[in-house]
Every structure is written in C-alpha cells, then in structure tokens.
C-alpha cells in the first residue's frame, strides 16, 4: 500500500468518527457515511466505508448492526475520544486542533 493511501485510510477513520461523534445517539449508516466522506474530500466508495467500519468495529472504537444492505455503525466512548483528539491510535488521523 503507497503511503498515499495509508494516509487516505487514516483519514478516512477520523472521519468516520468525527461524524459519528456528531450525531445523536452516536450512530449513521454506511450509506449516508459515504456522502459525508465525499463532502469532506475523502471520496470513498460503499466498500471502503464498510471495511473501515470493520476494522474501527474490530479495535473498539465503534460498533455495527450489519443489516445485509444496511449499516448501521455507532461510536464508543472509545471512538469518540479519538474523534475529539482525547485519545489517538497511530491508524488513525490525529484531528488538528480546532481553530487552526
């Protein structure tokens, strides 16, 4: 993996949980996740949404109810945390600080 892309898949993370962090109840589906990736500049496919959800699901920073063609994904406290920089994990972006 180019280091392009390793650096595309952090920030993608952070991403995730930032929006999730965002919503009531902590909780969006992969669906409405890949519009706000678009809407941020992290243009990612159906795909790649689900596979990062895994892979935060795996390391404990969010959970998921798998519907077949509808995911739902929900922050822990875990992942809220690195969401609003009080924690970090080198997989995922560090948020820059607010203001800056």
């Given amino acids: 993996m180019s280091d392009y892309q390793v650096t595309?898949?952090?920030?993608?993370?952070?991403?995730?949980l930032r929006?999730?962090?965002a919503c009531a109840e902590y909780t969006s589906n992969a669906s409405i996740l890949v519009?706000?990736?678009?809407?941020?500049?992290?243009?990612?496919?159906?795909?790649?949404?689900?596979?990062?959800?895994?892979?935060l699901?795996?390391?404990?920073f969010a959970t998921l109810?798998?519907?077949?063609d509808f995911v739902i994904a929900t922050a822990t406290d875990?992942?809220?945390?690195?969401?609003?920089g009080l924690a970090t994990h080198p997989d995922i972006q560090r948020p820059r600080?607010?203001?800056?």
């Fill in 97 to 100: 600080p607010r203001g800056v």
């Fill in 8 to 16: 595309l898949r952090r920030h993608r993370r952070l991403a995730i």
């Fill in 35 to 55: 519009d706000v990736l678009r809407g941020v500049g992290v243009t990612s496919t159906r795909s790649q949404v689900i596979t990062e959800l895994a892979w």
């Fill in 19 to 21: 929006h999730l962090a």
């Fill in 65 to 68: 109810d798998d519907r077949g």
């Fill in 78 to 84: 875990r992942g809220a945390e690195v969401a609003q």
């Fill in 57 to 60: 699901a795996e390391n404990g």
